[in-house]
């Protein structure tokens, strides 16, 4: 049905407003989504601006999964990188949107799919959190990967089978894994913009 909606509305060259609450639906037939909540526009945009560069913690956590971690602002520099001090984890860093001062709660979100799951820490990255692999589900071409930090925080990874190795093993449920991911994947906002 999406596909055939897709085609008649390129065949006859008319704008449709399609409403729905299922996010994959959205993301397969729109060229542009309007995001709304409480009766209020959150963003306009394609696809991949709306799941790429959310402005607001609530499109990021309405739009796809998100790993939330929240803290304190510890500061953040010219480059919009902002440095987040979460208890029990460390300091994080991520893609500042909007305006936070210093000491602030703030969240860092990091989408699942972007979060890397080895064995050891890898060489270079921005965060090297360890963590107990708790339970690892083989669902054909994606394996979801569930890890507890010793904080208690549950972590979830993503891991692609491809003919780039991404679905090499993700280790056995119960080994001290690491997580990783770059900065650029990473977004802080507002920790109370839920």
């Known amino acids: 049905m999406q596909a055939e909606l897709t085609r008649l509305q390129r065949q006859v060259g008319i704008t449709f407003v399609y409403v729905t609450h299922d996010q994959e639906e959205a993301m ?22 709306i799941y790429d560069r959310p402005t607001s913690r609530r499109v990021m956590e309405f739009i796809g999964s998100a790993n939330a971690f929240e803290g304190r602002l510890a500061g953040a520099s010219l480059d919009g990188i902002a440095d987040v001090e979460v208890e029990g984890v460390g300091r994080l860093r991520g893609l500042v949107e909007g305006s936070l001062a210093g000491g602030a709660r703030a969240a860092v979100l990091v989408r699942p799919e972007r979060i890397r799951v080895d064995a050891r820490a890898t060489a270079g990255a921005a965060h090297a959190i360890a963590g107990t692999l708790e339970k690892v589900a083989h669902l054909g071409f994606v394996t979801h990967c569930s890890v507890r930090l010793p904080s208690g925080h549950p972590v979830l990874a993503f891991r692609l089978h491809d003919v780039e190795g991404g679905g090499a093993e993700a280790g056995r449920e119960g080994d001290r894994v690491f997580l990783s991911w770059r900065e650029a994947d990473a977004r802080v906002f507002a920790a109370d913009a839920a």
């Open 28 to 49: 397969a037939m729109s060229d542009r989504i309007a995001v709304m909540h409480d009766g209020r526009l959150l963003q306009v945009g394609t696809p991949e601006e």
